[in-house]
Every structure is written in structure tokens, then in C-alpha cells.
């Protein structure tokens, strides 16, 4: 795959050096513009890396016309991003100068091969990034080719834009999740969360933590258990009800002493086979495992004795008392409402005559 790089500077004879090495040393395809022509150009080309300088003009007229590219180039198309600026000291925090994809070098003597290698390290990304790409596009094409039959031989025409769309996005996303969440044995367990949410609201499975609890004490968390229905909010609607169901959450030893194995003092495999055997099922019987997710909470167990009603108002992004750190997505939603299902709500079994109820059921031979 070639990398398409796009040089965006006031002064093209700044970064002449730099365009040369890219396109001897990387092989990459790489162009020069001006501020006034950044955003078509970036719709246009569709760079896979743009190197960005922050000032345009010089002495007391310079401006900062760089951050406004960089603000388009966050919202509209979001792609690795390399400051290259005698400016560096003014990329700030509200530039997301601390973001994986996003880095500053500052120009100087040989500052060229600084960039070069910062290039080199985003190529792989790059690469993976490019072929996700072309995959939605693939399956976007798919979906199409699925749907408008139907939609073009039974929907009126008046409504059948509207629908092509909503159907092909419906569908594109069953086709995406389909692909990678079946029986996919590299799949890491923190891969079904979504962090962060997706949207506004809170759904079944979303993962909670006291505003002024730590990050990394199992205690500070809560998980969801109110079903999505009755906490979803859109423009035409609000939730259905004004608390919320949830399961506190602990540490791992909190499955390790429902399994008995609290006290062990010699793990064996007889004992890591106990562990492994929940993994499968997804859930023990009042206790469900959560993955860690690296960098934002340790591995969790939600217990379903232990339950709390907390104010859906007190739940939030902002300043609110709980913080939803992650949503999660299915079949992991499905596993947590299942679980909690079979803890809380088993159906009620009578005693009986089993001995006498078995004797209808196996043959008089056998008897």
C-alpha cells in the first residue's frame, strides 16, 4: 500500500526536504498545499497522514491558522496528525497533543528524519486502518446489493430513499459485528465494551463508577441491569423510569469464594478448570466476571445479591454522581440481562411425587 501524505505549510520551500525523503526513502505519495486549499484538499485526496504547520505569515501578522486545519481535520477526517512547527510550545491540551495518533516535532537541523520516523511507527496503523476501510466499503456494496430488490419492488418511491438508507446502516452493522464477534478465538474479552459509550443514554450493561471513587477499586463500580427499553431517550421520548437497577461490583475473590476456592493455598489445574468452566458458561450462579478493560477499570465481578436503586439522574458524563465508563456490546448485553435473569428470577418448583411422575415417563421394560 502506498501512504498518501499531504504537507500543508505556508512557505512549500519549508518542507521541499521533507517531500523529497518522503517519496525517495517511503516511497509515499505525497502533496504540498497552502492553508486556503487544507480542507478541499484533504476531502479530496483523502491523506492517510497530514503534516500540519501552525503558523501562517511571520512576525507580528502570524497567525495560527494551523489549529483551525487541525480542529477540521479532528471533527471531519480523522487521520494521524503530525505538528511539524517551529510553533510546537503553543500545541495545548485542547489540540489533544496527547492522543496516540497525534504528535508534535518541531523544525529544526535534520528534524526531517524525526518526522520520517514518526511515520514509520504510524505505518502499521496505517495499514490495518485502510483494509477496515475498505471492508465497510465492501459490505456496504453488499448490503445494497441485498436490499434494494425488495425495497424498490415494494416501497413507494416517496419513501424509499429514507429507507435504503436506514436498511443498508442496519444492515452494515450486523455484517461488521457478525464478521468479527463469531467464533473468533483471537477476540480479547475487553473487545465487546464500548468505551467510550456510544450514546446519550444508558443501556443494559453499561458499566458505572462513583464520581469520586478510584479507578482501580472494584467497589467503585456498579453495572447496569435496567432493561435498554426503559432507559432509552431520544427527541420524541423519555426514559421510562427514574431509577436504576444495578449490581455492585468487587474484585475477583468474590468469585473465587462462591467457587470454594477462596482458601486454596496450592492452585492446581483442577482449580483453574473451576474458573475456566464460568468463562464458558459466561456467569456462576449469582456472580458474573467482567474483563478488565486496560486503562480504565481492573477485572470485575458483579454479584446479583447485591443490589442497589440509584436516581437515573445521578448518572452521567458530566458531573453527575455515577460516571458511565463503558457500554458493552452484544452478545455481551444479552449474557448480562441472561444472567441476572437466572439468578434473580429461576421459576418456582413445587415438591412432588418425583418417584411416582418418574414411573410414567420410563418404559415398563426398564422399570
Known amino acids: 500500500m502506498t501512504m498518501r501524505i499531504l504537507l500543508i505549510d505556508d512557505q512549500p520551500e519549508n518542507v521541499e526536504t521533507l517531500y523529497n525523503e518522503l517519496t525517495t526513502e517511503l516511497a509515499c505519495d505525497c502533496k504540498i498545499i497552502g492553508f486556503a486549499e487544507a480542507k478541499t484538499t ?27 486545519t487541525s480542529k477540521f481535520i479532528w471533527e471531519e477526517k480523522f487521520c494521524p496528525l503530525v505538528f511539524y512547527t517551529a510553533a510546537a510550545d503553543q500545541v495545548g491540551e485542547e489540540y489533544h497533543k496527547n492522543h496516540p495518533f497525534i504528535c508534535i516535532i518541531s523544525k529544526g537541523d535534520k528534524s526531517e528524519q524525526q518526522v520520517l520516523a514518526r511515520i514509520k511507527d504510524f505505518a502499521p496503523q496505517i495499514s490495518e486502518l485502510e483494509k477496515v476501510s475498505q471492508e465497510i466499503r465492501w459490505t456496504m456494496n ?9 425495497l424498490f419492488n415494494s ?44 450514546v446519550d443514554h444508558c443501556l443494559t450493561g453499561d458499566i458505572i463508577r462513583k464520581r469520586n471513587g478510584q479507578k482501580d477499586d472494584p467497589e467503585s463500580y456498579a453495572i447496569i441491569l435496567t432493561p435498554s427499553c426503559d432507559l ?3 427527541a420524541t ?19 473465587r469464594e462462591e467457587l470454594n476456592l477462596a482458601g486454596v493455598k496450592k492452585w492446581g ?27 480504565e477499570f481492573p477485572p470485575l465481578v458483579a454479584d446479583f445479591r447485591e ?19 463503558a457500554s458493552v456490546d452484544n452478545p455481551l448485553r444479552e449474557l448480562v440481562a441472561w444472567a441476572y435473569m437466572s439468578s434473580a428470577a429461576r421459576v418456582a418448583l413445587p415438591d412432588r411425587d418425583f418417584d411416582g411422575w418418574a414411573k410414567e415417563i420410563i418404559p415398563p421394560a426398564s422399570a
Open 237 to 255: 421520548r423519555s426514559a421510562k423510569v427514574d431509577q436504576v437497577l444495578v449490581s455492585r461490583c468487587f474484585g475477583p475473590e468474590r468469585l
Open 42 to 68: 484533504i476531502l479530496d485526496y483523502n491523506p492517510h497522514i497530514v503534516v500540519l504547520d501552525v503558523m501562517e505569515g511571520s512576525g507580528a501578522e502570524a497567525e495560527t491558522t494551523g489549529f483551525l
Open 307 to 325: 443490589l442497589l436503586l440509584i436516581e437515573l439522574d445521578d448518572i452521567g458524563q458530566a458531573h453527575e454522581d455515577y460516571y458511565r465508563v
Open 232 to 234: 432509552a431517550e431520544t
Open 269 to 295: 489445574d483442577k482449580h483453574t478448570e473451576k474458573i475456566l468452566s464460568v468463562l464458558r458458561q459466561g456467569y456462576s450462579q449469582s456472580c458474573l466476571p467482567l474483563a478488565e478493560l486496560p486503562g
Open 142 to 150: 453488499g448490503a445494497l446489493r441485498a436490499i434494494a430488490p425488495g
Open 155 to 198: 416501497i413507494d418511491a416517496t419513501k424509499r430513499q429514507d429507507l435504503l438508507v436506514r436498511s443498508a446502516r442496519r444492515r452494515v452493522a450486523a455484517m461488521m459485528d457478525d464478521s468479527i464477534s463469531t467464533g473468533n478465538p483471537d477476540l480479547m474479552p475487553w473487545e465487546l465494551y464500548l468505551c467510550p459509550p456510544v
